[in-house]
């Protein structure tokens, strides 16, 4: 989720220039651009070979010490406990974290049906205030490649606010949980900006294989909850 001020002058003025917003590991790039619809992945995509399983190819040439140590240049040191037979790699994510220097950190942990908290608000952040989201996410079975975080944010659940689109990255099976930090972001303020939103936010790969989607409610409101 990424928030941006569509408001300047405030209540004062009562004047709004809506701007775009949504929900927020660095150097990230971020693309914003308002949209009724964030599935528009369409882009044309070069033909790739069938996926072979990382234990057959870790154990392919295994004897062969300069392919070995190429290997390892390429995908690192797996750990065979995390590689399964199959081709398909495994993500998991564990967590999201909203970090603010303005209170304690929020870890909201991402329930197995998808539906966090479907009888109100997943979180309520602070009008104005800076944040910072974090993704903790597990690999295993096999190298991920081109894993990304799309998240779009409506309010009145008609028109989008914001679509965000981060490449997180390439990564291989680990038993230690990787951490994704996005850049600091601002939440908008005034009293137009306050409410309820609903966002969705999706986990793929450069296959378009979806790990994680789920949909939520989030509140800005003048002091924290």
């Known amino acids: 989720m990424g928030l941006e001020d569509e408001k300047k002058g405030g209540e004062a003025s ?3 220039s809506e701007k775009e917003m949504g929900l927020s590991r660095k150097n990230s790039d971020s693309s914003f651009s308002p949209t009724e619809d964030e599935e528009e992945d369409d882009e044309k995509k070069p033909q790739l070979g069938p996926m072979i399983a990382l234990k057959e190819q870790l154990e392919k040439d295994k004897d062969d010490e300069s392919l ?7 995908i690192g040191v797996v750990d065979l406990e ?36 479907p009888k109100g608000p997943w979180f309520t952040i602070k009008e104005g205030s800076k944040y910072t989201l974090v993704f903790n996410f597990r690999v295993t079975n096999n190298i991920v490649s081109g894993l990304r975080y799309n998240n779009t944010v409506w309010k009145t659940s008609v028109k989008a606010v ?14 230690e949980p990787y951490q994704h ?20 936010t999706k986990f793929i790969d450069d296959d378009n294989k979806c790990y994680l989607e789920i949909n939520y409610t989030f509140d800005i409101r003048k002091n924290w909850q």
């Open 14 to 16: 009562g004047e709004t």
């Open 68 to 74: 070995r140590r190429w290997k390892e240049q390429l």
């Open 82 to 117: 995390d590689v399964g037979e199959t081709p398909d790699p495994v993500v998991k994510i564990l967590d999201l974290t909203v970090r603010s220097p303005d209170r304690e950190e929020m870890i909201l942990t991402i329930p197995d049906d998808g539906l966090p908290n």
């Open 162 to 175: 914001d679509s965000t689109k981060a490449m997180l990255g390439t990564f291989s099976p680990q038993a």
């Open 181 to 200: 930090v996005m850049p600091e972001e601002i939440t908008p303020s005034g009293i137009f900006a306050r409410g309820s939103y609903s966002a969705r």
